[in-house]
C-alpha cells in the first residue's frame, strides 16, 4: 500500500503543474515550501532555516525588509540561500496514478504518469445519464443494462445530485403528493358544482316566480278596467235615454217651467251618479296599487333572503377553497426546499474562448459568468476568469454568492469545499482543482444584498495552453463543472 503522501508540484513539467499526486516515498523536507507545501524547483533558505518557494519570498517583504512569516525574524536578501532542486530527481520518483480512487493500482515514475493518465489506463470514471451514479466508463453499457433508476431529465445544464440513497423516493413523494392535491382541488370542485346547482334553480324558480305575478297584475287591472268602462257606458246609455224619456213627458204635458225644475234636478243626480262612479274607479285603482306594492315587496324580500344565502354559501367555498390552496402552496414548497437543497453539481459551458484569450492578453484579465444556479440550497453565479500571467493565459474558477430563498434554511459562513473540474469533450478525463474557504472572509457571509455579491477567486489555476494542447477546448467552448462538496 502506498503511503499517505501527497504533493503539489511546480515548474517541472507543464503536464504535473498543480495537479496533486500521491508519492510512493516522501520527498525531502528541503525541496517543499514551509509555507504553502508546494513542491518547487527554486526555492530560498532564510537564516532561520525556514524554506520558502519564489512566490512565498516575495510576499515576505515589510517596511523595506524581509520578515519570515512563520517566526517574524527579519532577514536581508544577502542573508538567503537559493537552492535548486534537479528535475530529474523528483520525475524518477514513483507517483500513483491519478484514477487511483477509481481503482487504477498502477505505479510510475512521475514523468510517465500523465501519458499513462492519457493513454493507457482503464479506470476512468463517467457520470450515468439515467441516475447519476459515477461508474467506470468500460462498464457502463453493462450498468445501463442492469435497469438502473431513471431520474426525470432536466431543461438546462445544470443537474441536482444527491448523495443520498432516498434521491428516487424524495421525486416519487413530491409527485404522489401533487397527485393527492389535485384530486383533492377536483373533488372540491365538483363538490362546489353540485352546492350551485340548487342555487340555480332556486333563483331560476324566483324568476318564474316573478314573471307570473307581474302577468297576473296585468291582467287584473286590465279586467278592472274594461269592467269600469263598460259600466260608465251601460250607465251613461241608462242616463240619457231616462232624459230622453223625461223631456218627450214634459213636452208632451206642455208643462215647460216644470220641465225646466225636473231638467235641473235630472241634471244633478246625473252629476252625482258620475261624481260617485268616478270614485269608486280611484278606490278601485288604490285598492289595486296597494296590492301591487305588497306583492312586490314579498317577492324582494324573498329574493333578498334567497341571495344573501346564496352569498353566504360562495364566501364559504372560497374560503375553504383558498385553505386547501395554502396547504397545498406549503406542501410544494416544503418538496423543493428538499429539492433545492439536495442540488450539489452545476455544469456550464464557457463559450468564445479565443475572445476571452485575446482580451485577457491584452487587460490583463476578462471573466466569464453563467446563469444563476441553487446548490445546496446556496444562490450562486459560477463563472472563469482568464488572467494573464507573462505570455501565458491562466484559468481560475470564480464564483459569486447571491441573496436567494433559500438562506433561511442553509448554514452560514459558507464553508463548502469547492471543486472545480474542466471536462474532456471526448473522453472521461477531467481536469480537477479543490478549494476550501475560510470562514474569516466576508464574501462567505450572508448576502444581504442582491447589489452588493462578493466575489470569490478560487486558486489554484490551469493554463489554457495545456488545455488547448490536451484536446480540452472544442468549438471554441469549455466544459466546466462546479461541485459542492460536503
Known amino acids: 500500500p502506498l503511503n499517505d503522501v501527497q504533493y503539489t508540484l511546480l515548474g517541472f513539467a507543464e503536464g504535473l503543474d498543480w495537479r496533486p499526486m500521491r508519492f510512493v516515498k516522501p520527498i525531502p523536507q528541503n525541496r517543499i515550501c514551509h509555507a504553502c507545501g508546494v513542491v518547487c524547483k527554486r526555492t530560498a533558505l532564510l537564516p532561520c532555516m525556514h524554506l520558502l518557494c519564489e512566490s512565498c519570498y516575495q510576499q515576505c517583504a515589510h517596511d523595506g525588509k524581509r520578515m519570515c512569516p512563520l517566526d517574524n525574524q527579519h532577514c536581508q536578501d544577502g542573508d538567503v540561500d537559493w537552492k535548486d532542486t534537479p528535475a530529474e530527481e523528483i520525475l524518477r520518483s514513483e507517483v500513483a496514478c491519478w484514477n487511483e480512487d477509481s481503482g487504477c493500482e498502477a505505479v510510475m515514475a512521475a514523468s510517465e504518469v500523465a501519458r499513462h493518465f492519457n493513454y493507457q489506463c482503464r479506470h476512468h470514471s463517467v457520470s450515468c445519464p439515467k441516475c447519476s451514479a459515477t461508474v467506470l466508463r468500460r462498464d457502463v453499457c453493462a450498468h445501463l443494462r442492469s435497469h438502473c433508476a431513471t431520474l426525470n431529465p432536466g431543461t438546462s445544464e445544470c443537474e441536482g ?64 278596467i274594461s269592467t269600469l268602462e263598460e259600466m260608465y257606458k251601460k250607465e251613461s246609455c241608462n242616463s240619457v235615454k231616462l232624459l230622453k224619456e223625461s223631456l218627450m213627458q214634459h213636452l208632451h204635458h206642455n208643462t215647460l217651467t216644470k220641465g225646466d225644475h225636473e231638467i235641473a234636478t235630472i241634471t244633478e243626480e246625473i252629476k252625482k251618479y258620475f261624481n260617485d262612479a268616478v270614485r269608486g274607479l280611484s278606490s278601485r285603482i288604490d285598492g289595486l296599487e296597494e296590492t301591487l306594492k305588497t306583492q312586490l315587496t314579498i317577492a324582494r324580500t324573498q329574493s333578498t333572503e334567497r341571495l344573501t344565502q346564496i352569498a353566504g354559501t ?17 406542501r410544494i414548497e416544503a418538496v423543493l426546499v428538499r429539492c433545492n437543497l439536495n442540488m450539489v453539481r452545476c455544469v456550464f459551458f464557457v463559450k468564445g474562448v479565443k475572445a476571452l484569450q485575446d482580451g485577457a492578453m491584452k ?83 450572508r448576502p444581504l444584498d442582491l447589489t452588493k455579491a462578493g466575489r470569490l477567486f478560487v486558486e489554484p489555476s490551469v493554463s489554457l495552453s495545456d488545455l488547448i494542447r490536451y484536446g480540452f477546448i472544442h468549438d471554441d467552448q469549455i466544459r466546466v463543472k462546479i461541485e459542492l462538496l460536503p
Open 161 to 224: 445530485v444527491s448523495n443520498y440513497k432516498e434521491d428516487s423516493t424524495l421525486f416519487l413523494s413530491f409527485r404522489r403528493a401533487l397527485e393527492e392535491q389535485a384530486r383533492e382541488m377536483q373533488a372540491f370542485l365538483e363538490q362546489l358544482i353540485v352546492q350551485s346547482n340548487p342555487c340555480d334553480e332556486r333563483l331560476n324558480e324566483m324568476c318564474h316566480s316573478m314573471n307570473g305575478l307581474t302577468e297576473t297584475l296585468k291582467q287584473e287591472l286590465s279586467r278592472n
Open 314 to 330: 360562495v364566501e364559504a367555498s372560497k374560503a375553504a377553497a383558498k385553505e386547501d390552496s395554502q396547504k397545498t402552496m406549503e
Open 363 to 445: 487587460v490583463g484579465g476578462c471573466s466569464f459568468w453563467s446563469d444563476r444556479v441553487y446548490l445546496r440550497g446556496y444562490h450562486m453565479t459560477p463563472g472563469v476568469d482568464f488572467k494573464r500571467k507573462g505570455d501565458f493565459v491562466l484559468l481560475h474558477c470564480i464564483i459569486r454568492l447571491l441573496k436567494g430563498d433559500m438562506d433561511n434554511y442553509v448554514p452560514w459562513p459558507f464553508e463548502h469545499t469547492i471543486k472545480f473540474s474542466i471536462m474532456h469533450p471526448k473522453s472521461a478525463k477531467e481536469y480537477e482543482m479543490e478549494v476550501k474557504p475560510k470562514r474569516s472572509d466576508l464574501q462567505f457571509q
